[in-house]
C-alpha cells in the first residue's frame, strides 16, 4: 500500500473506534482533498472537523479554499476565512486567501491590499502574500516600483517559483521598460517550467524589442 492509502485507512480506523478527534477528520479531509480529490469527502470532513471543534482556524481556512476554488461558493469561502481570521487573528495565509477573494471576486481592491499587507506583516516570510501584492499593485494601482520589490520578495523566498518570475519578466518588459531584465526573468520561468506556453512568447517578444533597439542605435564613427 501506498503510504496515503496507509494513512487514510489509519485516520478511519480511528474515527470508527472514536469520531470525536477534530484533528483526525481534519487530516482526513486534507488528504480527501488534496491526494483523492474526493470534494465532496473533503468537504464532508472539514464540516465534521469543524462540528467537533468550532475554533480550528486552519479547518475553516481549508474548507474556504474548497468552497472557493472547487465549488464557487465564494460567499461561503469569506465567511469561512473569516471566521478563521476571527479565531486567529495571526493566521496570515487566512488574511492572503481573504484578500485574493476581495481582490479578484468583490473588486474591492483597497481592502484586498490591506489584507494582503496584513498577511506580510504577520509572516514576512508569506510569499503567496508578496506576490499577490505584486500582481495588485502592478494591475490596480499601477505602482510598478513597488510591483517589483514585491515579486522580488516572494522570489526572495522561493526563488523556484516560475509564476513570479513570470510576473516580474512582464512588469520588466511593459512597464518598466527594462528588456535585458525581462529576458533574464522570463528565461527563469522557461527554466522552472520548460511546458509553459505563455513564457516563449514573452521571451520572444522581450528578443525582438531587443533587436529593434539595437538596430536603431547609432553606429559609432570610426
Known sequence: MEDFDVAETCYRA???LDDSHDAV??????????VRRDIEGAEAAYRRAIARNPNC????????VLLEDEKADHTGAE????MAIAIDPNYARAYSNLG???DSVHKDYSAAEAHYRRAIAIDPNHALGHYNLGILLEHVTEDFAAAEEAFR?????????ADAWYNLAHLQLHRLKDID????????????EPKDT????????????QRKCKAQQPVPEE
Open 14 to 16: 480511528a474515527l470508527q
Open 25 to 34: 477528520w481534519y487530516n482526513l479531509a486534507n488528504l480527501l482533498m488534496m
Open 57 to 64: 482556524a486552519m479547518a475553516h481556512c481549508n474548507l474556504g
Open 79 to 82: 465567511h469561512e476565512y473569516r
Open 100 to 102: 485574493v477573494l476581495l
Open 153 to 161: 520578495a516572494a522570489l526572495k523566498i522561493n526563488e523556484r517559483d
Open 181 to 192: 531584465a525581462a529576458i533574464a526573468s522570463v528565461r527563469k520561468t522557461i527554466a522552472l
Open 198 to 209: 505563455s513564457a516563449p512568447k514573452l521571451l520572444k517578444k522581450a528578443l525582438s524589442r
